[in-house]
């Protein structure tokens, strides 16, 4: 049995925003865990907000769902697609929450009329969501969410600096990563802004361990010994973090540098062995020159303007290609632009159509037209959540000849309102944590081409939603030749619907990129990317016949029909 104590990495940002604290944090756990040690990460975000669920996604990107309904920072994404654990509430704590849960422990009489204070009673609070996550885990990897500096940092940075105190520097480790800017006008990289970051940090009372640097250009050995001797690390520990093409090959340049050796040595886990990161590597040889070219996906949706809002989206498709060997180029198109009808035919430049999930009436009938084309010319969809309920909607109107068909969180007198709210949510007032929200198991229709994609006739997936498909509506739609190929275990609540008569259309109520993994991509979007590629090569197929074609002045000769292939495509 092993008794090593829990080891703690607690990683900062320093000089600006958006370097990069997630991948560095998931990173790390990466080369942990491909060591054999039980590997989990928490964040740690400033705002006030009790959760990322009420706030746009234009301003924090996507809400992130955990298997226990906890709606959370997007980085709880990368976390569990590099370390392979699925993570919980406890993994993600704000500002919002740590004071929520004081305030609710004082209304009680619990500090038994002390007078309340950031220190010890927020620090307090904020320690024991660190402590929580110990048992089970030989490393807890806690990313500090904003920027050195912020006023709204300064507890969690002052609840580290304590926690460093109570459990021994030998079992805790300061990571923080920092920019190097590179200045064009001199043409030289500048250490100076990182330096203020540490000074910063000093001023705390935390000094870093390891240093990661962001550079645009590759940090000269004389630079890095600079760096070392103004901040206080050795110079091994200062780690270059350049960019790269995909953000799954972040671990394998740490590693070339020898980071998690100084983790595993700066925490006493020699015992542990080498990382095994060949299957890690195998994966990102694939991102780096997959063998089967290229398919181009549309995803037409609301938030496009910001791709975070949709980074498990983008990431899940990326998993597809891998498990294709191919690479997923991704345009993400604006469902507004799809309005009246128009731009529908530049669907015809891709091979294959999603539908991410999203709140509110705006763009839905650009959606609606983009169902539309993707149906009536055999162009795969792929539909998710609000892609479920618009393809419900599209089938409706286009098929069933229910015009008026619509969802009644826009329309409420609608003639049609094939999508309703679920019964749970007609007395919910709240709007934050009130929706369905977590891991749900579905049963497959045997024989679906649902049930076939997972290998199974029984799921679980994630969710988040209010509204669902109104089953007074079901008879109408099986009749006009759409399966339900997924439904609850009570069979009330559609999960899962699909086109038998189409080469690949498959709507899910629940969010399955959630679930995605570089290592273990999820067979829905494995299999959309397959049938895109069939499309490709079926349109690759017809062009080649018919550039084979004799011409009109050549010697008559009937003309070749499309391979069955190509026809089975376009059907």
């Not at 350049?242 to 953000?247: G, P, R, T």
């Not at 669907?347 to 294959?352: I, V, W």
């Not at 062009?543 to 074609?549: A, H, I, K, T």
């Given at each position: 049995m092993n008794t090593t104590p829990t080891k703690y990495i607690f990683v900062t940002g320093g000089v600006v925003s958006s370097l990069g604290k997630g991948i560095a944090a998931a990173s790390i756990g990466r080369l942990l865990a491909a060591r054999g040690l039980r590997v989990t990460i928490q964040k740690f975000d400033p705002y006030i907000n009790v959760d990322p669920g009420t706030l746009s996604p234009f301003q924090h990107g996507e809400v992130f769902v955990t298997d226990d309904g906890a709606e959370t920072d997007l980085d709880l994404g990368h976390y569990e697609r590099f370390v392979g654990e699925s993570l919980s509430q406890a993994n993600s704590i704000t500002t919002g929450r740590i004071y929520q849960d004081v305030i609710q422990k004082e209304r009680r009489g619990e500090y038994l009329g002390a007078t309340v204070q950031v220190i010890p009673h927020i620090t307090d609070a904020i320690k024991g969501a660190i402590r929580r996550l110990a048992p089970n885990h030989d490393v807890v990897i806690t990313e500090i969410g904003g920027t050195v500096g912020d006023i709204e940092s300064l507890p969690f940075l002052e609840a580290i600096r304590q926690y460093r105190q109570e459990v021994g520097r030998e079992h805790t480790l300061f990571v923080h990563l920092t920019l190097i800017p590179y200045i064009a006008a001199a043409g030289e990289l500048k250490t100076k802004p990182t330096q203020h970051s540490v000074r910063e940090l000093m001023e705390i009372g935390i000094q870093p361990d390891i240093l990661i640097c962001r550079s645009e250009h590759p940090i000269p050995p004389e630079m890095r010994r600079k760096i070392a001797l103004f901040t206080n690390v050795d110079v091994a520990s200062v780690i270059e973090a350049?960019?790269?093409?995909?953000?799954y090959e972040v671990p394998l340049e740490y590693a070339k540098q020898r980071l998690d050796e100084q983790v595993c040595h700066k925490l006493g886990l020699q015992h542990t062995g080498k990382p095994d990161m060949a299957q890690w590597e195998r994966l990102v040889e694939r991102i780096r020159r997959p063998r089967n070219g290229t398919v181009n996906i549309a995803v037409v949706g609301k938030y496009v303007a910001l791709v975070d809002s949709y980074k498990s989206v983008q990431e899940a498709l990326h998993h597809g290609g891998i498990a294709n060997d191919v690479r997923v180029n991704i345009d993400w198109l604006s469902s507004e632009d799809f309005e009246n009808g128009q731009n529908a035919d530049k669907?015809?430049?891709?091979?294959?159509l999603l539908i991410p999930g999203g709140f509110g009436v705006r763009g839905v009938e650009g959606m609606l037209s983009a169902i539309r084309w993707a149906r009536e010319n055999g162009l795969p969809f792929f539909g998710i959540c609000l892609g479920l309920q618009t393809a419900i909607i599209e089938f409706s109107r286009g098929v069933c000849g229910l015009e008026q068909a619509h969802s009644a969180e826009w329309e409420r007198d609608t003639a049609d309102p094939v999508i309703c709210l679920m019964d749970s949510q007609r007395q919910v007032t709240d709007m934050g944590g009130t929706q369905r929200l977590g891991a749900y198991t579905a049963r497959l229709a045997p024989g679906s081409k649902s049930a076939e994609i997972y290998g199974s006739q029984e799921i679980s997936e994630r969710h988040r939603h209010r509204y669902e498909v109104n089953n007074a509506y079901r008879p109408q739609?099986?009749?006009?030749?759409?399966?339900?190929s997924g439904t609850s275990p009570d069979g009330n609540l559609v999960e899962m619907i699909e086109l038998p008569s189409h080469p690949w259309f498959v709507a899910t109520q629940a969010h399955p990129e959630l679930k995605s993994r570089p290592d273990h991509p999820h067979p829905l979007f494995a299999s959309f990317v397959g049938a895109a590629m069939v499309r490709r090569d079926g349109e690759e197929q017809t062009?080649?016949?018919?550039?084979?074609?004799p011409s009109a002045a050549a010697p008559s000769a009937p003309a070749e029909e499309p391979s069955e292939r190509a026809a089975g495509v376009s059907a």
């Open positions: 350049a960019d790269v093409k995909s953000i669907l015809s430049g891709y091979h294959g739609l099986q009749e006009a030749g759409m399966r339900i062009s080649l016949d018919r550039d084979l074609r």
